[in-house]
């Protein structure tokens, strides 16, 4: 590897490894909660809709 290529990922690596810290991380979390959390309960609720649905077509009642 070359002396520019080994600076070149030196420096990438230390911009990393500054660039993310734990407040940085969680505070990107905190903002993307909002959406996770209902998008949890449509993949739930949407389950147990096609179970319901699957069973209903050969008379069951499964839930």
């Given at each position: 590897?070359?002396?520019?290529?080994?600076?070149?990922?030196?420096?990438?690596?230390?911009?990393?490894?500054?660039?993310?810290?734990?407040?940085?991380?969680?505070?990107?979390?905190?903002?993307?909660?909002?959406?996770?959390?209902?998008?949890?309960?449509?993949?739930?609720?949407?389950?147990?809709?096609?179970k319901a649905v699957k069973g209903a077509s050969k008379g069951k009642?499964?839930i």
């Amino acid at each position: 590897m070359s002396e520019t290529a080994a600076a070149g990922m030196t420096n990438i690596i230390s911009q990393l490894t500054t660039g993310i810290t734990s407040a940085g991380l969680f505070g990107t979390v905190a903002e993307i909660i909002p959406f996770v959390i209902p998008m949890i309960g449509f993949a739930f609720g949407y389950k147990v809709l096609r179970k319901a649905v699957k069973g209903a077509s050969k008379g069951k009642a499964n839930i």
